[in-house]
């Protein structure tokens, strides 16, 4: 039994991480305030946050290539995601001020043309962080110094002729760390939400803070489930304002940021991400996400109770 149990603890331990690689250095004055980014293996997409000129197609030495030019105006650009069929989706949703009346999704098709959508949500929320889920879904995810995120989805089918309201799909919690970085000081930077991706498969999601990424394993499609899980994480200390994370085809994780700070890459990240739940017994419901956390414990007590009660009838017996 206690071979069992130990066994089964096991089970909970993070698989082994590979440590964030430098590959560049952002030093080009148009990336000084780089919030999002993208790649389709062979080129990556950059974006500013604030009112900027474009969007920016990077060489992998972190030069600008050229820039693509976004009509009307932007306001506060804070993530990038890329769709399956290639679209360029940008979240102009940065609000320090908590004062937007409206947040926009900026859409950029592989034909060429641009898209607006404009959204609401219950009040102003500052938005850092886009997930694009395989089928298209995007969900914003708000920046909250308590730690503890609401998660945002249209209610509606997007439109560019009308707000679309955002309704509140669940909420993602994430705990203070001791890592070091970013513009302030780690016990609220570790638990502010900067940026997201999600791997061109839909398999895993990032979500990052000023200071670590946390990957976690999607199942069924379900992002906002996947988002209750246990995450595996991963520290990306010394970034001086980490707000950038992209997933390269092969499973390669991006991390970037503004002020001029490195572009680094963690190898296999999609493989360090938590393994799926194991499939509950035929007629058997799998539980809450609380309930299969608790059942490490549920089986550790059970066998303590065994192996008291064999101790007590051998010395009964003796």
């Known amino acids: 039994m206690l071979l069992a149990v130990v066994l089964i603890g ?35 997409w950059a974006v500013g946050d604030g009112d900027i000129e474009g969007l920016y197609v990077l060489n992998r030495d972190c030069s600008v290539k050229r820039t693509i030019p976004i009509p009307f105006g ?31 999704l900026r859409v950029l098709r592989p034909n060429g043309v641009w898209q607006h959508y404009d959204v609401t949500l219950d009040r102003p ?24 995120a609401h998660i945002f989805t249209p209610s509606a089918p997007l439109s560019e002729t009308g707000k679309v309201p955002l309704r509140e799909a669940g909420t993602v919690a ?13 016990a609220l930077g570790s638990v502010l939400i900067t940026g997201g991706a999600v791997s061109p498969d839909g398999s895993v999601v990032a979500l990052r803070t000023y200071t670590d990424v946390y990957l976690y394993r999607v199942a069924g499609g379900d992002l906002v489930g996947a988002l209750q899980g246990k995450p595996t994480r991963i520290p990306l200390a010394d970034e001086p304002q980490g707000e950038a ?18 572009l680094r ?9 938590p393994a799926p739940p194991a499939p509950a017994p035929a007629g058997k419901a799998s539980g809450p996400v609380g309930e299969q956390r608790g059942s490490f414990w549920t089986v550790a007590a059970v066998g303590g109770v065994i192996a008291v009660g064999v101790w007590w009838l051998r010395r009964r017996r003796a």
């Open 245 to 262: 994370i992209a997933f390269e085809p092969d499973g390669t994780l991006l991390a970037a940021g503004e002020k001029f700070g490195p």
């Open 265 to 273: 890459a963690i190898p296999q990240a999609v493989a360090q991400a």
């Open 174 to 186: 994430i705990s203070s760390t001791d890592t070091k970085g970013g513009p302030v000081s780690p």
């Open 10 to 44: 096991l089970c909970w331990v993070s698989p082994a991480q590979a440590d964030p690689a430098t590959v560049c250095t952002t030093s080009d004055k148009r990336l000084e305030e780089l919030s999002g980014l993208a790649s389709d293996g062979t080129q990556w």
């Open 125 to 148: 929320r500052d938005i850092e962080a886009l997930l694009l889920a395989r089928d298209g879904t995007p969900y914003l995810i708000s920046k909250e110094p308590s730690g503890v």
């Open 74 to 104: 932007t306001y506060d650009v804070e993530d990038m995601a890329r769709a399956a069929d290639g679209s360029l989706w940008l979240a102009d949703t940065g609000d320090n001020r908590t004062k937007r009346s409206k947040d926009t």
